[in-house]
């Protein structure tokens, strides 16, 4: 999971990534904030309306669920079980308290911290995609605050360098790289093979 401020520079990292590892799948998430020009339906979220919203969590559609500056925002449940049952990595970004609860549930889980090279980036990243009102931007920025503190909770931290989130891209391709050598992820038939040879 990679998890960080608004404007740290997830979206456009996780993208990369996503071109780079063709199994690691990406969990759409579901939303009710309206779409930004440009933001499609079932490709960047599921956009419901809040009812539909409340009868999906009401239904235990959601593995994990948070309220993010007035909107509601969820990990749909069926989508992360049918992956993993499969074999394949998935890989999500949810605000800070929604990584740390999939974590518990799925204690295998990894959790990267996204954090931006300067604090000040991340207003300036905000207010150049003009997606956002100012007053909206401030809401973000007092969030950010208290996102930074949540970073000790994390496993990884990765820092996106405005000016090279190639190196960003890297790094997140490592990490991946890394936990997919990781003992307990390999499968026992091997380890024992491995073991009595
Ligand atoms: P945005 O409106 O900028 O797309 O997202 C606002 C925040 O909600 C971001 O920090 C984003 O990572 C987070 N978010 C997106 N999807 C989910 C989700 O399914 N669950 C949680 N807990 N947070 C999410």
Not at 127 to 154: G, Y
Request: cysteine-free.
């Amino acid at each position: 999971m990679v998890s960080g401020p608004s404007g740290a520079g997830k979206d456009t990292l996780v993208e990369a990534l996503k071109a780079r590892h063709s199994r690691l799948l990406y969990s759409i998430s579901s939303t009710t904030r309206a779409p930004r020009p440009g933001e499609q339906d079932a490709i960047d979220y599921f956009f419901l309306d809040r009812d539909e919203f409340i009868r999906r969590r009401t239904g235990d559609g959601f593995l994990e669920w948070r309220e993010y500056n007035g909107h509601l925002y969820g990990t749909p449940r069926s989508f992360i079980d049918e992956s993993l049952r499969a074999g394949f990595d998935v890989i999500m970004k949810p605000e800070v308290n929604g990584a740390l609860a999939i974590k518990e549930r799925y204690p295998g889980a990894v959790l990267i911290f996204l954090a931006p090279d300067k604090f000040s980036h991340l207003r300036r990243r905000l207010e150049a995609r003009r997606t956002e009102t100012n007053e909206q931007i401030a809401a973000r920025m007092e969030i950010a605050h208290v996102e930074m503190t949540f970073v000790r909770s994390f496993d990884y931290l990765v820092i996106n360098e405005q000016a090279h989130p190639e190196i960003a891209v890297d790094d997140l391709e490592a990490i991946v790289r890394a936990e997919r050598f990781r003992i307990h992820r390999l499968p026992d038939n091997r380890i024992t093979e491995l073991e009595n040879t």
